[in-house]
């Protein structure tokens, strides 16, 4: 695919895309990828095209590479060893990075708070017709219960961040030929 070198060269702001995603210029390609273009390699995926939503701005048609490596390097198992200085940016493969960008794929009106009705709409997507809406319901209040300290009937993300305290989100939000 030719070097490291020149693959710098042809994207815009190239080195400092390879130090904000970690992502090698060696898996880089030039693209102006349409939302149907991942939809398919997503299908399977019950939230799928939540996360195809992530990689297009409202009324965008296409992604640029740029954008598209940035959102993809949330996917990126997180680097044990890797050290920032107080200069570099929080990479996007770290813990609170993916789980920012996994609470996004919930709070679609973009609020800042995932609402009872946010989390049912992404209950279905997940669960579909493998449970009642009663069953929802009751999954739904529960989760709502126990992460809504404040009363608010939401979810902000410290609450969420806090009730996956104890979840590995690297190996849920992994994709691992991006290693």
Known sequence: MGSSRSSLRRV???QQLLQETGCEPERWFCLGLRSEDLEAELSENPIGDRIVGAFFQPGQETVDFPSFVRVLAHFRPTEKNRTRDGVQPEPANSRNR???FAFQ???QDRDG???RTELLQVLREMLG???TEEQLQSIAERAIQEADLD???AICFDKFRKSLEK???DHKM???FLE
């Open 129 to 131: 017709l493998q449970v």
């Open 105 to 107: 794929l919930y709070d």
């Open 98 to 100: 993916k789980l920012k």
């Open 151 to 153: 009363r608010d009937d």
């Open 174 to 176: 992994s994709v691992r």
């Open 12 to 14: 815009p702001d190239g």
């Open 167 to 169: 979840v590995d989100i």
């Open 113 to 115: 708070k995932i609402s």
